[in-house]
């Protein structure tokens, strides 16, 4: 009689401990995730299943703000070590929506990713002054050891154009068709899909090496301006230019 009142005891406990996990409030995620690194404000929902009015990531080139950030999280998926996340995010114009497995603290895979994002935060990272919108259709991506394993995607930079001290000049959509096989090197191709300036080659990456090899011109005579900008970073080759880089990152 005991042993059976033991039981039912630790049943309802057990009950309670998962009906806790299931209704977990999102506020507690303020308490886990680092203060420093992520600061989320307006937390609904639960840790599975809520959202966010305004998500700000830190980063060594300053704040990125996210803005509202929708999530849904696999309870089962934590039980396999591998915690899956669908996440949609939006700021204006930059907006995210995606698939997400953490594997360890250097594998991830990312899939199903629509993004869009301005050109000009491209900025933070290097000295350039350039405007566009980046859209990016990810059909997967898989990293293993913080390096890409595989990968199968599209990037176009839509509207591009230089802010130059004269203003700006305008230089094109272009796109970059990649695809990685398993453990293989990631291979990309450059293509120009409308506008004055003409952009055509192919990326290839594998481990930390990389290969870039980009000709650029047009059929018409280039802006003076944009002649001067190609020539700081390209080589003459007849009357087109090249971009030819190689190294370790």
Partial sequence: MEKSRLLWI????????????VSAPARLLSHLVPAEQV?????????????????????PQGYLQLGSVQ?????????????????????????????????GQK??????????????????????SVVGMFNLQLDRLQLRQGLPYSALGRLVWQDAGW????????????????EQAPAEALRGQVITL??????????ELKDRRYDVGILLGSED??????????S???VPEDERYRISLAGNF
Avoid: C
Wanted: net charge negative; hydrophobic share 55%.
């Fill in 10 to 21: 630790a049943a309802l406990a057990l009950l309670f401990f998962i009906s806790l996990l």
């Fill in 71 to 103: 999530w849904s999280l696999k309870p089962l998926s934590l039980l396999l070590l591998a915690p899956h996340l669908t996440v949609s995010t939006e700021w204006g114009a930059q907006t995210f929506s995606g698939e997400v497995v953490a594997r």
């Fill in 163 to 178: 802010e130059s001290a004269r203003g700006l000049v305008p230089l094109g959509s272009y796109a970059l068709d990649f």
């Fill in 232 to 234: 700081l970073i390209a």
């Fill in 107 to 128: 594998d991830l895979e990312v899939s199903n990713v629509e993004a869009q994002l301005s050109a000009s935060l491209l900025g933070r990272f290097a000295p350039v």
């Fill in 194 to 203: 409308s506008g004055p300036l003409e952009a055509s080659g192919s990326l």
């Fill in 39 to 59: 600061l989320m404000r307006g937390l609904t929902g639960t840790i599975w299943q809520g959202s966010a009015s305004s998500v700000i990531v830190r980063l």
């Fill in 221 to 230: 005579t280039l802006d003076a301006q944009l002649q001067a900008m190609l």
